[in-house]
């Protein structure tokens, strides 16, 4: 194995393939970065056996070969390296790495014993604009279970359809549901890891102009962008049915800027009870008041203008969810719709209908 690439485009791969090679005590060898150097230049691929990454770095080739090397020294060593052209080559080995004033060699592992990541076949494509996808991640990420215990909201749902794919993320809490229009053959329910999830967010942060495709079967998932392959296993079982907790009705709706409501929420933040977290908003006929009080700090009571129809009402809601829903609601102006503090308040942008965020109430 024999390639010669520039510094920059090898330090832009290794930072998007060596996150998830992380220490792995029973499986050394997953700690590594697979080398792979074909006709066409160098392929780097790393995996946890869950998501595998590929990145694609272009170079010159006198001979192929494969091998494989720590992910993090190697990462952390070509960062420090001047803006030049490297060759990199194979001997005893090792990975010798040159450089107009320096050279180094790193010890590794035969790529015999890597695993292989399988492959999915490209024929049913899904192409969707990057800055879109990203921001329809942003809008629901947070919105997912941490508990890993519970796979199945410890995750995305991606439910693709002929004309839409529409993400869910919820925690049992609180649910957040984005629509984006496609172009799609085949109709698939998929239960994504949410460490797939924030990986695809991370490497996708660079990423503007391009689109991305995304192939899947039964059992994986794999998403394509600019030389970047991002393959994840699937969970297996059903994703919650919530549509059934979304209320078809409701008795009070406020349209108000979410510029004003957002500092209220924060304000009363600051005097709601440690633990609870609960703010109590009141709807009544021009204005929501948000009201908080402890014991122990006082209380805060502040009126936002809005515009509300319906009948007059109140609901208490955990703040942190609150803002959640308003930081990521991509509108100036929203809809914030109740019915009773037993059942689950929505809140939409006033301007579409491809996103909503439902919250349940601290019940008193």
């Keep these: 194995m024999k390639l010669s690439c520039t510094q920059e485009n090898l330090n832009k791969g290794l930072n998007l393939v060596s996150h998830i090679a992380n220490k792995n005590s029973n499986l050394p060898i997953l700690n590594n970065v697979l080398l792979k150097?074909?006709?066409?230049?160098l392929t780097l691929v790393t995996t946890d056996l869950e998501i595998g990454i590929k990145v694609f770095v272009r170079g010159k080739v006198d001979e192929e070969g494969e091998f494989t090397v720590a992910a993090k020294l190697f990462n952390d060593f070509v960062a420090l390296l001047p803006r030049e052209n490297i060759e990199l080559e194979i001997e005893d080995a090792s990975l010798f790495v040159k450089s107009q004033n320096q050279k180094t060699n790193i010890k590794g592992l035969e790529a015999e014993d890597f695993p292989l990541i399988p492959e999915i076949e490209k024929e049913n494509e899904v192409e969707i604009n990057i800055v879109e996808f990203k921001r329809a991640l942003n809008q629901l990420i947070f919105a997912a279970s941490l508990d890993s215990s519970r796979i199945e909201i410890n995750a995305v749902n991606f439910n693709f359809s002929?004309?839409?794919?529409?993400?869910a993320a919820t925690d049992s809490y609180r649910l957040a549901e984005k629509q984006i229009k496609i172009n799609n053959n085949e109709e698939r329910s998929l239960i994504v890891p949410l460490k797939t999830i924030q990986e695809l967010v991370r490497i996708l942060n660079d990423q503007e102009k391009e689109n991305i495709k995304l192939y899947f079967n039964e059992n994986q998932i794999m998403f394509v962008f600019d030389g970047v392959e991002l393959i994840s296993r699937v969970i297996e079982g059903k994703y919650p049915d919530y549509q059934q907790i979304i209320p078809e009705k409701f008795?009070?709706?406020a349209k108000c800027a979410k510029d004003k409501l957002i500092p209220a929420i924060k304000s009363a933040a600051l005097f709601c009870k440690q633990g609870i977290n609960d703010v109590r908003l009141s709807f009544a006929k021009d204005e929501i008041v948000i009201a908080s009080a402890s014991s122990g700090l006082g209380e805060n009571v502040i009126k936002v203008p809005a515009e509300i129809s319906g009948e007059e009402n109140d609901i208490v809601f955990n703040y942190r969810y609150l803002l959640d829903g308003?930081?990521?609601?991509g509108s100036q102006n929203l809809?914030?719709?109740i019915n009773n503090n037993n059942t689950p308040g929505l809140l939409t942008p006033e301007s579409s209908q491809d996103y909503l965020?439902?919250?349940?109430p601290i019940k008193q």
């Excluded at 965020?357 to 349940?360: E, G, Q, R």
């Design 357 to 360: 965020y439902l919250i349940m």
């Design 251 to 253: 008795i009070t709706n």
């Design 37 to 41: 150097v074909n006709k066409g230049g």
């Design 162 to 167: 002929k004309d839409k794919l529409v993400l």
């Design 326 to 329: 308003l930081l990521n609601l």
């Design 335 to 337: 809809n914030l719709k």
